[in-house]
């Protein structure tokens, strides 16, 4: 048999190429560098770059006074501000021994399933657009903005909330605000079809997404992968569910932990999508107890110089994007001794290194994508 190979040139020397894609403007996730090496058109081994948005946060913790560092903490990842805050306040909170009021533990429960709607939503129009699909955008936004509006009026923030507070919010709720909150929910939640629709019913989108970029479950619980994108691939974890905080432990009938056994873009995808259904489900849930309560206070009284005492502990919560975790030691001075930040974006962004590798540099983008990370998150 004569085997003949006709016009490769200089392709006959096998070199391997090394590929770096971004850093990018921050306008885009934010700025990751990729560094891939290539055989061809397949990605040989994949590098997450991180550190181009690094601001020391972790650092400026300890110059900060309690009350101080809820702004720090609210802008990590950009997207999921009301969150972040949680979990500070709730560290706090526990070295104090503090209760919070019931009615600011509805509250904070209706506001943070708010902010993962606003965060999927962001996700469920930008992914279709990096395959190619621009539609999808502006409908995310018209939502976003619908619930953007009642989460400005009850805090007078847009993106970085700044509501959270040591013992509660900042304040009540503006007068009729639970109508307009209602009113806002009802009409995103009958157009929420489009994305089932128009974006997972996408012959085109599902071809480029289905059994691409597949996540083992292993590879999960070696990195500490967490949120949609872990129960993607079948492990099936939720804080909410399985270590209850705030008003979870009253909502057991409502929320749904939602999973996928595939693992693959188009899983992920799917997940985050049902996760913003039922976080809408849970927001009505949350507006009707707390049509419910009677009025009291949102909030604790709390000394002019607050002070933790000396010790440590560690409050997490199921954040948007997954695990978010603050391990906080004090001295019993003004000003954490130590404020250890554990971003979901961190560990979920590391699992590329397994992931990429054997991929097509076509896949990339896809898989990439559906990572849903902010990278703000990832460089703290």
Not at 70 to 96: K, P, Q, T, Y
Not at 162 to 177: A, H, S, T, Y
Request: charged share 25%; proline share 4%; with cysteine.
């Amino acid at each position: 048999m004569t085997e003949t190979t006709v016009g490769i040139g200089g392709a006959a020397e096998s070199t391997d190429m090394v590929l770096n894609i971004g850093p990018q403007h921050p306008s885009t996730h934010g700025v990751l560098r990729l560094r891939l090496v290539l055989d061809g058109e397949r990605i040989i081994s994949a590098e997450p770059v991180v550190g181009y948005m690094h601001r020391g946060a972790e650092k400026l913790f300890e110059a900060r006074d309690y009350r101080q560092i809820i702004m720090l903490a609210n802008r990590h990842d950009w997207l999921s501000a009301f969150s972040n805050e949680l979990g500070v306040v709730m560290s706090v909170e526990r070295m104090l021994g503090m209760e919070v009021p019931e009615r600011a533990v509805w509250l904070r429960t209706l506001l943070a399933e708010l902010n993962r709607v606003l965060n999927h939503l962001m996700f469920l129009g930008s992914y279709p657009l990096e395959l190619g699909g621009i539609t999808p955008i502006f409908h995310a936004f018209r939502e976003r903005e619908e619930l953007q509006a009642v989460m400005e009026e009850v805090s007078g923030g847009r993106m970085h909330y700044m509501f959270n507070r040591v013992g509660g919010l900042k304040e009540d709720l503006p007068l009729g605000w639970l109508g307009r909150a209602r009113a806002a929910i009802a009409d995103v939640s009958t157009r929420m079809h489009v994305y089932d629709d128009l974006v997972r019913g996408n012959e085109i989108f599902r071809g480029r997404t289905r059994g691409v970029g597949v996540l083992s479950a292993e590879t999960v619980h070696a990195y500490g992968v967490s949120g949609p994108i872990a129960r993607a691939s079948g492990v099936d974890f939720d804080l909410r569910r399985d270590e209850p905080y705030l008003a979870y432990g009253e909502l057991q009938d409502v929320l749904k932990v939602v999973t996928r056994q595939e693992g693959d873009c188009l899983a992920r995808f799917e997940c985050l999508l049902e996760q913003t259904h039922n976080a809408l489900e849970l927001a009505v849930a949350c507006l009707d107890r707390l049509e419910q309560l009677p009025p009291g206070p949102v909030n604790q009284r709390l000394p002019k110089v607050l002070k933790a005492p000396e010790g440590h502990t560690y409050a997490w919560t199921e954040n948007p994007l997954g695990i978010n975790g603050y391990y906080l030691v004090s001295k019993g001075e003004k000003t954490p001794y130590r404020l250890k930040l554990r971003s979901a974006s961190y560990n979920n962004i590391q699992a590329l290194v397994e992931l990429l590798p054997g991929t097509l540099v076509a896949d990339m983008v896809a898989i990439l994508g559906s990572f849903f990370f902010v990278v703000g998150d990832i460089d703290k």
